[in-house]
C-alpha cells in the first residue's frame, strides 16, 4: 500500500509539475513582480530559462538553487518560491516545500496546481485536515479537475479506510475523468472492501480494458480480479494474477496473491518460489512470513516453518501495518 | 564540550523534524519522538498559521528564537495537538544553552502531553544529573532520573516503526536510544556514589552503542578511575580521545596523563 502510495504521490506530483509548465501562462499572468534585470552576469532571464529547462528535465539538484536565487531577486513574485516549492519537494524535504509554497501562496498566489502540490506536501508529512481544505481549495478553482478528487479518495480508502466515502469521490473521479484506470480501480476496490463483489468485478474489469487500451504497467486491477476469482474461478485467477505479475515484477502482493492461487491448486513448490520473491521484495512485512511459515509446515519442512514463523513474530513484534 | 553538546542537540532535531515529517510524531529515528501512532492518528494542525508558527519553531537555528518562537506559539495556539512536539523543540534549545532549569521546564511540559515520549525522556535523564550541583533538591531530581530513564527503555520496547524502515537501521536506532539510557543510569549511579553499578552501566552504554561516543567512553573510564581500575580507565579514555570530538579529546588525554596512561599500549 506504501510503495503504491508513494508512486501514486510521484505521479501526481509529475502531473502537476508538467500542468504548472504548460500552463505557465496562466501563473505568469499573476506575476506583479518587478521587470526583469538582465544586467547581472547571468541575466534573470537566462535564469528563467534555465530553471524552466531544468524543471521540464526533472533535474531537482541544479534547478533548486537557481529557484532560490530567483526568490532571492523577485521576493515579491509568487511564481519563483512555487517553483522553489517543487524542487525541494522533488528533493524530499517536505517541509522545506512547505515553506516554500506557502510564501507563493500568501504572495497572492491562488492556482490549482499550487493548491495541489501544498495539499500533496500536507499529505507528505501526514498533516490531513490541511490536505483536504487544499484538495478542496483545488476542486473549487478547476471543478473539471479529476485529480484533487482522486488524491482525496486515496485519503480516505488509504488512511482513513473509510470505504464509502472513498467510494463516492472515486465514482466522481471517474465521471471527470473516465479514462482514467486508477480511479476505475480504486473505485472497484472500494466496492470490494465493501463486500459489493459483482459491482467490484465489473469495476476491475473496466480498469483493465483502460489499462490495455492505455497500454499501462498498472497491475492492481488484474491482482483485484484475482483476489476476487481465486475461490470460485481458481484457473481464470491464475491468468489474472500472472498477468499482474508480469506487468509489475515488483509488487510484493502480486507474489503473494499468484501464491495462493498455486497453494489452492497444490502447486506448493511454485507457491514456495512465489511466496520467497514477496518475502525477497518486502523483507518486513510480517504477513507473508506467516504465510510461508504455513506452507513449509504443509510441507513437513518444521525447521523452515519454525525460522519463517519466528521472523513472523519479530517483525509483528516491531511494525507498525497501519497505512502509512 | 559545547561543541558537543551543540552536536547532539543538532542531531536531535534533525531526528525530530525527520520524525515530524513520517508521523508527525513519525521516517527515521522516527522512533525517538514517541510510542508511533498511525498516520491516521498523528497530530495535526487545524489552520495552515498554526503549522506555519511549528514549522518556524521546528527548523529555528537559533536557540533563543526558538524559545521565543515557542512561546508565541504556546500563547497563540494552546490546544495544538503540536504542543508537546514544539516544547521538545524548546527544551533542545535550551539544552545548546545549557540552561538546565529550561530544559527541565521545557521537557517536563513536554511530557505532560506526551508521556512516552522517548526523545523528551532520555534528554531529561540524561541531562538531570549533570545539573545537581548546589540544588536542595538533588535526591529527588535523581530519582526523576531514573525513573525518565526506567520509562525511556519501556517506551522503547513498545515502538512500532514503519514497514518503509530497514530492520537493520531500525535495530541500530533502538540500541542507540538503548545506550543512551543506560548512560542516564551509570550517571544517576555515579552521583549516588554506587560506583560498580555505575561501571556496569556505562559499559553497557558504550559498548551497547552502534555508534560509539567518546563521550560515554569517558564517563566509563572516569568510573573505572574511581573504583581504582586503572586499566579499564586507560582503556576507555583511550578510545574517548579516539573518538572525540576535539574538547573531549583533550579531556581524555588529560586524564590519561594523570593516570600515566598516556605511552602506546
Known amino acids: 500500500m506504501s510503495i503504491a502510495f508513494r508512486s501514486f504521490r510521484f505521479l501526481s506530483f509529475c502531473l502537476i509539475v508538467l500542468q504548472t509548465l504548460t500552463e505557465s501562462s496562466r501563473i505568469w499572468a499573476q506575476t506583479v513582480g518587478p521587470a526583469l534585470q538582465s544586467n547581472s552576469p547571468v541575466s534573470a532571464d537566462d535564469q528563467k530559462r534555465t530553471l524552466g529547462e531544468l524543471m521540464r528535465q526533472m533535474r531537482w539538484v541544479e534547478a533548486a538553487p537557481i529557484a532560490q536565487a530567483l526568490v532571492q531577486t523577485y521576493p515579491d513574485d509568487p511564481n519563483w518560491h512555487y517553483l522553489l516549492g517543487v524542487a525541494r519537494w522533488r528533493l524530499e524535504d517536505p517541509i522545506a516545500a512547505i515553506q516554500a509554497l506557502r510564501e507563493a501562496e500568501n504572495r497572492g498566489m491562488d492556482t490549482p496546481p499550487l493548491h495541489k502540490a501544498l495539499g500533496l506536501a500536507y499529505y507528505s508529512i501526514n498533516q490531513f485536515i490541511l490536505f483536504e481544505m487544499q484538495m478542496d481549495k483545488a476542486s473549487k478553482l478547476a471543478p473539471l479537475d479529476f485529480e484533487p478528487i482522486y488524491s482525496l479518495g486515496r485519503y480516505r480508502e488509504s488512511i482513513l479506510n473509510d470505504y464509502s466515502g472513498a467510494l463516492k469521490f472515486f465514482e466522481q473521479a471517474t465521471l471527470l475523468k473516465p479514462d482514467h484506470s486508477k480511479s476505475v480501480y480504486y473505485k472497484g476496490h472500494c466496492q470490494e472492501m465493501l463486500d459489493m463483489w ?45 498477468k499482474a505479475v508480469e506487468l509489475e515484477p515488483n509488487l510484493d502482493s502480486n507474489h503473494s496473491t499468484l501464491a495462493r492461487i498455486y497453494e489452492l491448486e497444490g502447486k506448493l513448490p511454485e507457491a514456495e518460489q512465489q511466496l520467497q520473491i514477496a518475502v525477497r521484495l518486502s523483507p518486513n512485512k510480517p504477513g507473508n512470513h506467516y504465510v510461508l511459515s504455513k506452507l513449509y509446515r504443509s510441507l513437513g519442512r518444521t525447521e523452515d516453518a519454525q525460522a519463517q514463523l519466528q521472523t513472523f513474530q519479530k517483525l509483528k513484534a516491531t511494525y507498525d501495518e497501519s497505512p502509512q | 564540550m559545547n561543541r558537543h553538546n551543540s552536536l547532539r542537540v543538532k542531531k536531535s532535531k534533525r531526528i525530530l523534524l525527520i520524525a515530524f515529517a513520517i508521523m508527525c510524531g513519525s521516517v527515521c529515528p522516527v522512533a525517538q519522538v514517541g510510542p508511533f501512532s498511525s498516520p491516521a492518528h498523528a497530530p495535526q494542525a487545524k489552520t495552515q498559521e498554526e503549522l506555519d508558527a511549528y514549522l518556524q519553531i521546528a527548523t ?15 500563547s497563540q495556539y494552546s490546544q495544538s495537538m503540536l504542543l508537546g512536539m514544539a516544547y521538545q523543540y524548546q527544551m533542545l534549545a535550551y539544552e545548546q544553552k545549557s540552561d538546565f532549569q529550561g530544559l527541565l521546564s521545557a521537557g517536563e511540559k513536554a511530557l505532560k502531553l506526551q508521556p512516552d515520549n522517548v526523545n523528551t525522556l532520555l534528554t531529561l535523564a540524561n541531562a538531570i544529573p549533570n545539573a545537581l550541583a548546589g540544588r536542595p533538591d538533588s535526591a529527588d531530581l535523581l530519582t526523576r532520573a531514573q525513573e525518565y530513564a526506567h520509562r525511556a527503555l519501556r517506551g522503547i520496547d513498545q515502538m512500532r516503526i514503519p514497514l518503509t524502515m530497514p530492520l537493520e537501521r531500525w535495530e541500530s536506532s533502538k540500541a542507540e536510544m538503548v545506550s543512551r539510557a543506560h548512560e542516564a543510569f551509570g550517571q544517576v549511579a555515579m552521583k549516588r556514589n554506587q560506583l560498580p553499578l555505575a561501571v556496569s552501566e556505562f559499559e553497557m552504554a558504550a559498548r551497547g552503542n552502534p555508534k560509539p561516543r567518546g563521550s560515554q567512553f569517558y564517563r566509563l573510564g572516569a568510573a573505572y578511575a574511581a573504583i581504582g581500575n586503572n586499566n579499564g580507565a586507560v582503556t576507555a579514555l583511550r578510545r574517548a580521545a579516539d573518538l572525540g570530538p576535539d574538547a573531549l579529546r583533550e579531556l581524555a588525554e588529560h586524564e590519561l596523563k594523570e593516570l600515566g596512561g598516556m605511552h602506546p599500549e
Open chain 1, 198 to 242: 459483482p459491482e467490484a468485478l465489473g469495476t476491475f474489469q473496466s480498469a483493465i480494458v483502460l489499462v490495455e487500451k492505455n497500454r499501462e504497467r498498472f497491475s492492481l486491477p488484474y491482482q483485484g480480479m484475482a483476489r476476487l476469482l481465486l475461490e470460485t474461478k481458481t484457473a481464470q485467477a491464475l491468468v489474472f494474477a500472472r
Open chain 2, 60 to 74: 529555528g537555528q537559533d536557540p533563543n528564537m526558538v524559545i521565543r518562537n515557542t512561546e508565541t506559539f504556546v
